[in-house]
């Protein structure tokens, strides 16, 4: 044991440790774009099918997703490690260069990307200084082109391709 003292900047890099896989959270708000990136994505359940992913309470854009009634989830790989960059921004157009599709029912999703999960809030659950986004899955698209399956992680603070 090093007695580390527990602070965030201790804990940030312990648990960065852990890799993550990366997904981004979109809908189309009266026409515009709006979403994030979340390395905190987890599946919860097979029935009812939900999953789930955590985010900061000071999130500017998460007030303005929350409310919705349909939200895109896409599993990002290693061919949006630059949009990974951009969606995880504090300011700009997260959405630049990237081509995406929106549902009928407003969610948003990013072309290119291995899965996509359309969604709608199940529960919120106040955890610290993050909210866990419980959501149930309404409708699921896998693309099985070879190109989109290998993921890109976030690991020690970094996104990250697995490689080999």
Not at 44 to 66: A, I, M, R
Request: glycine share 8%.
């Amino acid at each position: 044991m090093t007695g580390i003292n527990l602070n965030p900047t201790s804990l940030r890099e312990a648990y960065g440790h852990f890799p993550s896989g990366v997904i981004a959270i979109a809908a189309e708000v009266d026409g515009v774009r709006v979403g994030l990136a979340a390395s905190t994505f987890v599946p919860v359940s097979l029935d009812p099918p939900l999953v789930s992913f955590c985010v900061q309470n000071t999130s500017t854009t998460w007030p303005k997703l929350k409310d919705l009634p349909f939200l895109g989830i896409s599993v990002l790989g290693e061919a949006h490690d630059a949009a990974a960059k951009t969606l995880a921004a504090k300011t700009g157009d997260r959405f630049v260069g990237m081509e995406t599709a929106t549902s009928e029912r407003g969610a948003l999703f990013i072309h290119g990307t291995s899965v996509w999960l359309e969604s709608a809030i199940e529960q919120e659950i106040l955890a610290g200084d993050h909210t866990i986004v419980v959501l149930r899955v309404h409708d699921i698209t896998v693309h099985d082109d070879p190109e989109f399956q290998a993921p890109i992680v976030f690991h020690r603070s970094a996104f990250r391709r697995l490689g080999g």
